[in-house]
């Protein structure tokens, strides 16, 4: 389609009269991740692919008045869109986006001193560099990027989807989470060619402009809700609402139809413009970055040694709390009274492999998982890929800013919400088993920051390759 375009393009543009040249589509697709006008901010993983087609109409994109009467330049136009991204680096993503005009109409444009114009064409493809800048991955409060785009001077003047010249543009992506609404806000600004319309009104200039973008979105994975609004400021002022539903097909390959009215003076901002059309995205997991035995042998004789406890060493009902992960023993509390050392973290064994080991950070007070975690998913494909030999161990932290029982309770639901993320994955509920230490095992036992009370707010997670002995979460004794 694009070779046959770019043909038709050729012979049109040798056989037209001279006319003016400038694009007129407003429409920007975002690439990656985010809704499908506005994007969040994150970037794909190193290796992840992400492609989208669809296909779009607008009404009334180009009209032209001199006070007495309106001539519709472009009445009705429907074009299409292919975009493709790719993560390159952790902090670099690289995407390209061709349209194509495929079919338009309207008045005869002489009298606004254009010629006769094309009814299909190709658009201005664009490239463009998203560089991430915070990352909520890193535990940073929001996701912000900068992108940085080159629009190409290739596109067919006579279907009015081309600039006499190349345009840039550059803006600042941010968003991040809050619950189930994903909320995201872009600005920046468009360096183009100018090009003014003879004998018309001032709505008739193509210029460099600033542009505003707001969007929010629903998480999950079922039916989504996408919510977009964009503005531009100068030359004219411009708005449009865009709001529709995205949702899955097959795995990885998600459809997706969007619609909404527009109000203001910049060329090429339609009555209205509905969009349809599929999306597929591949992002492999994290590569494994560790294990090191040496510095896990540091970590675990850290966890061998607890913090000493404040005042009179509490004691708690441990059997109440731990599901599926205590053995009978752990259940048998020692008589006398005597306070007794809290359980300890699990330890392998010298015949326990270990594959995987990482902590997930929670906000204080929750637990819920904190928007993507890469560690869950490297468990999934390490687990998945063990059959029935793997084992995963949740142990849930709390910090100190609540009672023992409070602490008990959040550092339990945290394991919980591990281990139901596994469960929804794939991993066999029998393969996943989850404790609660409440603010037994600090990292931090004096924090200082903010940051040192968010080591405290963890979910510790280990994945077992079990041997001939059974695993079990009773730690050898001390």
């Not at 064409?121 to 990027?145: C, E, F, I, K, Y």
């Not at 200082?448 to 009773?474: C, D, F, H, K, S």
Request: aromatic residues 4%; proline residues 9%; charged residues 20%.
């Amino acid at each position: 389609m694009a070779a046959t375009l770019l043909a038709c393009s050729v012979a049109s543009a040798q056989s037209a009269e001279q006319s003016l040249s400038f694009d007129l589509e407003r429409l920007e697709t975002n690439v990656g991740r985010g809704t499908l006008l506005v994007g969040n901010g994150e970037l794909m993983v190193p290796g992840g692919l992400s492609i989208s087609l669809l296909g779009h109409y607008q009404r009334l994109p180009l009209v032209l008045s001199d006070g007495a009467q309106e001539l519709q330049v472009v009445q009705d136009r429907a074009t299409a869109l292919l975009a493709v991204s790719y993560g390159v680096l952790p902090w670099l993503e690289l995407s390209a986006q061709v349209p194509f005009v495929l079919w338009q109409q309207g008045d005869d444009p002489s009298g606004a001193g254009l010629g006769p114009l094309s009814a299909q064409g190709l658009g201005t493809p664009v490239l463009q560099a998203r560089l991430g800048l915070l990352s909520r991955r890193h535990r940073q409060p929001v996701d912000l990027s900068a992108d940085l785009g080159v629009g190409l001077p290739v596109g067919t003047g006579l279907a009015l989807a081309g600039d006499a010249g190349p345009r840039f543009h550059a803006r600042m992506v941010a968003g991040t989470t809050l619950g189930w609404l994903h909320p995201s806000l872009e600005a920046g600004v468009l360096f183009r060619p100018t090009v003014r319309l003879g004998g018309t009104g001032a709505n008739t200039k193509a210029s460099s402009e600033i542009r505003l973008g707001a969007a929010l979105a629903t998480t999950g994975k079922g039916l989504r809700g996408e919510l977009a609004f964009r503005t531009t400021l100068t030359p004219q002022v411009s708005m449009e609402l865009l709001g529709g539903v995205r949702f899955p097909l097959l795995v990885g390959l998600d459809a997706f139809v969007l619609g909404g009215p527009g109000l203001g003076g910049a060329l090429g901002t339609p009555r209205f413009r509905v969009l349809a059309g599929v999306a597929f995205r591949s992002e492999p997991p994290p590569k494994l970055s560790f294990i090191d035995e040496n510095a896990d042998r540091e970590f675990q004789l850290a966890l061998a040694t607890p913090a000493p406890p404040p005042g009179e060493a509490p004691v708690r009902p441990v059997g109440t709390w731990e599901l599926n992960s205590l053995t009978r023993s752990d259940a048998q509390e020692p008589s006398g009274g005597a306070a007794h050392e809290p359980p300890r973290p699990y330890q392998p064994g010298p015949q326990e492999k270990l594959v995987l080991r990482g902590a997930v950070p929670f906000a204080q007070g929750s637990s819920e998982l904190p928007g993507v975690v890469p560690l869950l998913d490297q468990a999934v494909l390490r687990l998945l890929e063990q059959t029935s030999k793997g084992l995963v161990i949740v142990e849930g932290h709390a910090d100190t800013e609540s009672t023992d029982t409070s602490n008990m309770i959040i550092s339990l639901r945290r394991a919980q919400a591990v281990r139901r993320y596994l469960i929804d994955q794939g991993v066999p509920a029998t393969r996943v088993r989850i404790r609660g230490f409440g603010s037994d095992w600090l990292v931090s036992p004096k924090p200082a920051t903010e940051q040192e009370r968010q080591l405290n707010r963890r979910a510790e997670v280990l994945v077992l390759m079990e041997t001939a002995e059974p695993v079990t979460t009773q730690a050898p004794p001390p």
